[in-house]
């Protein structure tokens, strides 16, 4: 069905291929899982397998691509529109209507689908996928897992032979995830589809796959069975690592196989004295940062945050969690102060709990005394403290600076140099501070490639580097770990771990379980815009089914979350 041949992708400027002599063949019915590094090249196979490549981005390909006998040098992207269906990763950048019945249904009206079939597909996709209930809601009104859903079943109705999704499940929930994974297997096994997929967060994935690519970070390609592939792999999934310390053979793929090879490891650490239940540690007595009270969030008729009390502390990294739509974004954009709000105060202090003084006894820039003497308004109740909404745009940087769940909102200029130089003037930092930021974040980035050439990852770094060029004392993130290969989520980790022991505090919104474990200390979870669960991260992640990551899944009831931790736990090197 899809077939690469001796294939080579160099872009313009670029100083090597993106991919580097790729010999491919997937054949029908298979579901093909794209994996590496970030920034590899993932997309651009994908790409190319939907004749985008050079079609559409520009560059140099060579050698031949063939998906269904159709050779994309001749073969535009229109021309294998009846074919390839495409899912890129931000969803919304693709939509052309207004409701997400209209989505559905605009791929069909283009391909000439008589409208009794194409009444009966979008029926069939809503119940696949679980839109029913969002059939008349405007798209711009819906979260990002749901604009994801929407993105998979716009392309579903049209039932393409090749169905190529990069990042898929990115922005949806553990469950959402499970159910569309779940719909792509029945496709593949009931209907023949072939699936193309790239994903970062293989937990999620890798049991569903009958093959894994491996994109090495030099633009070439292995491939084969998953346990044969990613045991050498430099990207694998938890399960696999612990597979890796605890040396099975073979690798298991899914925490079912896992747990059946887990009896000794779970006595090992029981015997090392590790992993067992523990009180929840007392609240922190220092006065919080950031304080909000009844915080409620109304978009239209939908009540999206509902008289939400929040106190985010200095030293914590707060993780919100819920599933898609429950008001983690809505929470997130009305306590930075650009989000509207309908009701409730926000507001920031300092370590000692009040407002004032040019130094705070951690040594950061009294910004909030500075705020105060300009005359900024203060949120009604909290006895003369700002509201980050009253703050100019300079103030409001150094109090709380938040990474959007799209970081491309956030760049404006034509280079990453660019970007950088004008982060460290508007931040009032020492030259190449942001630039030193990213490449600690993200490795090497070319320093004169545009920002919306970078991968994702790549993106979204660069934006976390702008923001902590200004030290706020809160950093806000909205699914942070998109696009991010489990190197770069670590880096990301430490990154925000630093960032909370200098006095600060982090407070993030993720449906990656694998990174909450390892980055959050305390776990807020959302339903409907409340407040349901609010505790210590461990406590949280190990008492839910859907939150729990795979190693505590595999060694339930020892109560460790991380291969980092059980590593800890035995005294070896993880």
């Given at each position: 069905m899809i077939r690469l041949e001796g294939v080579t992708v160099t872009y313009p400027g670029a100083a090597a291929p993106a991919l580097r002599d790729v010999d491919l063949a997937v054949g029908e019915g298979e579901l093909c899982l794209v994996v590496g590094p970030t920034g590899a090249g993932k997309s651009t196979l994908l790409r190319a397998v939907a004749s985008l490549v050079p079609h559409f981005t520009g560059g140099l390909l060579e050698g031949r691509v063939v998906v269904?006998?159709?050779?994309?040098?001749?073969?535009?992207?229109?021309?294998?529109?009846?074919?390839?269906?495409?899912?890129?990763?931000?969803?919304?950048?693709?939509?052309?209507?207004?409701?997400?019945?209209?989505?559905?249904?605009?791929?069909?009206?283009?391909?000439?689908?008589?409208?009794?079939?194409?009444?009966?597909?979008?029926?069939?996709?809503?119940?696949?996928?679980?839109?029913?209930?969002?059939?008349?809601?405007?798209?711009?009104?819906?979260?990002?897992?749901?604009?994801?859903?929407?993105?998979?079943?716009?392309?579903?109705?049209?039932?393409?032979?090749?169905?190529?999704?990069?990042?898929?499940?990115?922005?949806?929930?553990?469950?959402?995830?499970?159910?569309?994974?779940?719909?792509?297997?029945?496709?593949?096994?009931?209907?023949?589809?072939?699936?193309?997929?790239?994903?970062?967060?293989?937990?999620?994935?890798?049991?569903?796959?009958?093959?894994?690519?491996?994109?090495?970070?030099?633009?070439?390609?292995?491939?084969?069975?998953?346990?044969?592939?990613?045991?050498?792999?430099?990207?694998?999934?938890?399960?696999?690592?612990?597979?890796?310390?605890?040396?099975?053979?073979?690798?298991?793929?899914?925490?079912?196989?896992?747990?059946?090879?887990?009896?000794?490891?779970?006595?090992?650490?029981?015997?090392?004295?590790?992993?067992?239940?523990?009180?929840?540690?007392?609240?922190?007595?220092?006065?919080?940062?950031?304080?909000?009270?009844?915080?409620?969030?109304?978009?239209?008729?939908?009540?999206?945050?509902?008289?939400?009390?929040?106190?985010?502390?200095?030293?914590?990294?707060?993780?919100?969690?819920?599933?898609?739509?429950?008001?983690?974004?809505?929470?997130?954009?009305?306590?930075?102060?650009?989000?509207?709000?309908?009701?409730?105060?926000?507001?920031?202090?300092?370590?000692?709990?009040?407002?004032?003084?040019?130094?705070?006894?951690?040594?950061?820039?009294?910004?909030?005394?500075?705020?105060?003497?300009?005359?900024?308004?203060?949120?009604?109740?909290?006895?003369?403290?700002?509201?980050?909404?009253?703050?100019?745009?300079?103030?409001?940087?150094r109090l709380v600076g938040l990474v959007p769940q799209d970081p491309a909102q956030l760049l404006y200029l034509e280079t990453v140099a660019a970007e950088c130089a004008a982060a460290d003037r508007e931040s009032g930092a020492e030259p190449g501070t942001t630039a030193a930021l990213l490449a600690g974040l993200a490795g090497t980035v070319p320093p004169l490639a545009h920002p919306r050439d970078l991968s994702e990852g790549q993106r979204l770094a660069l934006v976390l580097a702008v923001q902590l060029a200004a030290r706020p004392r809160v950093l806000l993130l909205d699914e942070p770990t998109r696009g991010l290969d489990y190197a770069a989520k670590a880096r990301l980790a430490t990154a925000l771990r630093e960032h909370a022991a200098r006095a600060g505090a982090v407070l993030l919104s993720s449906h990656d379980v694998e990174f909450v474990a390892e980055a959050a200390t305390r776990v807020v979870v959302l339903a409907a815009g409340e407040v349901v669960t609010d505790g210590p991260a461990r406590d949280v992640l190990v008492a839910s089914p859907t939150f729990a990551p795979q190693v505590a899944k595999v060694l339930h009831p020892v109560e460790l979350l991380t291969v980092a931790a059980v590593a800890a736990a035995l005294a070896v090197p993880a």
């Open positions: 269904d006998g159709r050779d994309t040098r001749t073969h535009l992207p229109r021309d294998l529109a009846d074919v390839v269906g495409v899912v890129v990763q931000d969803p919304a950048s693709g939509f052309v209507t207004d409701t997400v019945e209209e989505e559905l249904a605009y791929g069909m009206e283009q391909l000439g689908v008589p409208p009794e079939v194409m009444r009966r597909r979008v029926e069939e996709v809503l119940d696949l996928l679980g839109l029913a209930a969002l059939r008349d809601r405007p798209l711009a009104d819906l979260s990002g897992g749901e604009q994801q859903r929407v993105a998979i079943g716009a392309v579903l109705t049209s039932h393409p032979r090749v169905l190529v999704l990069d990042e898929p499940t990115s922005a949806l929930d553990p469950t959402a995830a499970e159910e569309v994974l779940a719909a792509l297997t029945r496709l593949v096994h009931d209907l023949g589809m072939t699936v193309l997929l790239a994903e970062h967060r293989l937990e999620r994935v890798v049991q569903y796959a009958d093959r894994v690519v491996l994109v090495a970070a030099d633009g070439t390609v292995v491939h084969g069975r998953p346990q044969d592939v990613l045991p050498g792999s430099v990207v694998a999934p938890p399960v696999v690592e612990l597979a890796r310390l605890a040396g099975w053979s073979p690798v298991p793929l899914s925490v079912r196989d896992a747990r059946r090879l887990a009896a000794p490891l779970r006595e090992r650490v029981v015997a090392a004295g590790a992993g067992a239940a523990s009180a929840a540690p007392r609240a922190s007595a220092t006065a919080p940062l950031l304080v909000a009270s009844r915080l409620s969030v109304r978009h239209g008729t939908t009540r999206a945050v509902r008289e939400v009390d929040l106190a985010v502390r200095p030293g914590e990294v707060v993780a919100v969690m819920g599933r898609n739509g429950a008001g983690k974004s809505s929470l997130l954009w009305a306590l930075q102060g650009a989000g509207p709000r309908s009701g409730g105060t926000v507001a920031m202090r300092d370590d000692e709990g009040r407002a004032g003084g040019e130094v705070a006894p951690t040594g950061l820039p009294g910004a909030l005394g500075r705020v105060l003497r300009r005359g900024a308004r203060t949120a009604p109740g909290t006895g003369g403290l700002p509201d980050p909404a009253a703050l100019s745009p300079a103030d409001a940087r």
